[in-house]
């Protein structure tokens, strides 16, 4: 098995909307993680490579991006494919990050690519809201975003995509498309994105829209569960342990023929884990679901870390700010913080114990 290095390195058959698989989908929506601004639009992919370094600064994982960039560059499928329309916007007032850029694939074909979460506080935060808000500013943004692209792009057939929140920005700005203007959106790739409120599955833009929709999740995945109502997914295999398999980089592409790896399910762990926190969700109001998020995230910010990253591996020096930030929040949020996610943390464990007990056993019996 290789990964998507090597198939971006061995591909030899220029790209076209005739022949776009979903490994492709992959590599463009990685490419969406790269910073664009210095570019004009229609600069290829190709030119881009030499300035490889510019456009990977101050993203998750740079040494990749920028690798991603320059193989892509140099590559027979992807060196012809121009950038157009780079979008990026956070803001911290209205709790929104968004970006999104348009790839021209051929001269008919384009690729609308929704970046997924940047690793920033307020990036984590716009993410949970979705528990809660019938409409995050992200997916307001993405609706008109691709809105514009469909009215300026008028002959062109769209596929859109995205990973993370971007799947979910993918799916939500196609469905919130005029009818005339969807019926040129002829796929949706939601790369482990989380999903939707109940209530938006129940709709008939949803119901319209869905069967344009591919979504890929890995072996253990938890980000793209949640919310999740449906089983209208596959499966990759991917490298990687427990949340790291939710990186695209990690994703199996098979050697001989080029296409993404699949299996039959997800793994049990993650299965339980979904459940649980499904269950949670399911058993706790929206106002209560914005009140426990919205104090959670108000205490990171004030820890003086922009990333959750930071937060994480910091969280040594952090303890003391905030244990002290919790303290101020108002009784009520405090009392929510500390039972409801309290009891989440336990239940997650408990579910992830059951089933490790119960493989620990199947083993004995195996072996006797």
Sequence with gaps: MSDCFAYVKNAQEPLRGT??????????????????QDFKDRTSLSE????????????????????LLVVC????????????????????VSVEQFSAVTFFIDWETIYVAFRGTDGTIVGWQEDFELAFMDEIPAQGQAKEYLKRILKEYWWCRVIVGGHSKG??????????????????????????GPGF????????????TRPKVEKI???YSVIGMLLEDENHYVVVKSSGNWLYQHDLYNWWVDEQTGALTYISAINEDAANINRTIFHWLDNIDEKKRSTVIESLFSIMKRTECTTIACVIENWKSHVIRLILQYRKEDK???VLLRKDLVTLAKDIMVANHQNRDKDDREKVRKHK
């Design 73 to 92: 560059g140099a590559s027979p499928r992807y060196g012809h494919i121009r950038i157009d329309k780079y979008a990026d916007e956070t803001n911290l």
């Design 48 to 67: 881009m490579g030499e300035r490889a370094e510019e456009a990977a600064v101050n993203t998750r994982v740079p040494d990749l991006n920028r690798e």
């Design 332 to 334: 009520k949020s405090r």
């Design 19 to 36: 022949n776009f698989k979903e490994v492709d989908a992959v590599v463009l929506s990685l490419l969406s993680y790269l910073h664009f």
């Design 197 to 208: 409120k109940k209530e938006l599955y129940e709709t008939d833009k949803f119901k319209i």
């Design 167 to 192: 799947g979910n920005l993918a799916v939500y700005a196609g469905m919130s498309q005029k009818k005339s203007h969807a019926s040129r959106i002829t796929r949706i790739f939601n790369l482990d």
């Design 217 to 219: 999740v890995p072996e």
